[in-house]
């Protein structure tokens, strides 16, 4: 049996607009910086996403050392288009709020408590 794989967890919530792009960024390249081959993004808890964050997005799975990689996780329904209409599931996975977990060998991360 494969060891389970090292995975980063970054939560996000709220508006992930032009002024949480900065602090976005900062986030996922300390999630990158743990070497952990899998850092997933939770969007559960994301109200409001724009280009300026999704450019964050992109720009940080660009910069991605050989053997990690970036997905999107518990993506909100409000939010698929804007991730369909920018192509982003042809650049990272996407994985939906209701669907199956994709990634057996990864607990899903429980979100903040309430």
Known sequence: MDAPRAVAHVHEQGD???????????RL???????AALVLIDMGDVRFL???ALAAIVGTNRQLPIGQRLALTQVPLRMQRVLRVAAIASLL????????WPWGDVAPEPGPPD
Do not use: F, I, K
């Open 16 to 26: 992930l607009d032009a002024q949480a792009a900065p602090a976005l960024r900062r």
């Open 93 to 100: 996975p996407v994985h939906e709020q209701g669907q199956p």
């Open 29 to 35: 390249e300390e999630a990158v910086g743990t070497g």
């Open 50 to 52: 724009d280009s300026a």
